[in-house]
């Protein structure tokens, strides 16, 4: 039992890594995550608006209202009718690369233990290559591609790039740890 809880264990490591390295691939070479974000023609302008009138972080959304009455006034429709629409994140400060990149490996550690968790109550030790990693790509695909889909219904951001990027990840994880349940067999 000890050597199964290593190999998982390793196996957890490796996918980790290699989703990790896929997600750097993704997001740094090639060009599918391109048009998620576009450069405001008044960028200098639109910065130093935000400055000047003291915005704050946080996340906006226009046109808005403060309380539920406001949704009936008809300066709130007529705002609701012209547009534009839209939301706004703020931060408080510029993000920080090395934190970032720490807390998006311990994101696929976290996910690929809860996978090889599922694995664990689902088969022993050596169980097939398919059935092990059939499950697990399978809950693989759906923690990784699925958690923003509700947010980009409600914000209308981009997602099926980051469902792509998900169901690459969910397959790399199911292969990787299914390769590692077949160690967990050997004497």
């Known amino acids: 039992m000890l050597l199964f809880s ?23 070479v090639l060009p599918h995550h391109r048009p998620d974000w576009k450069k405001l023609q008044i960028e200098d302008e639109f910065q130093e608006f935000i400055t000047k009138n003291g915005i704050g972080p946080g ?5 808005c209202y403060e309380n539920p009455e406001d949704m009936q006034s008809q300066e709130f429709k007529d705002k609701m009718e012209k547009g534009p629409w839209g939301t706004m994140i703020v931060w408080k400060e ?9 807390l998006t490996i311990l994101f696929f550690f976290v996910v690929n233990f809860i996978l090889a968790y599922i694995g664990t109550i689902a088969y ?8 092990v990693f059939r499950l697990i790509s399978t809950a693989g695909i759906l923690a990784f591609s699925a958690a923003g889909i509700q947010n980009a219904i409600w914000f209308r ?13 969910g397959i790399l994880s199911g292969l990787i740890l299914a390769g590692f349940w ?6």
């Open 6 to 28: 290593i190999w998982i264990l390793v196996g957890i490591v490796v996918a980790t890594l290699v989703c990790h390295t896929a997600s750097f691939l993704a997001w740094v």
């Open 59 to 63: 996340q906006y959304m226009f046109p």
């Open 94 to 102: 510029c993000p920080n690369m090395g934190k970032n990149i720490a």
């Open 124 to 131: 022993e030790a050596g169980a097939p290559f398919m059935k």
């Open 157 to 169: 951001r981009r997602i099926l790039m980051d469902v792509l990027d998900g169901v690459v990840y």
């Open 182 to 187: 077949q160690l967990t067999s050997a004497p």
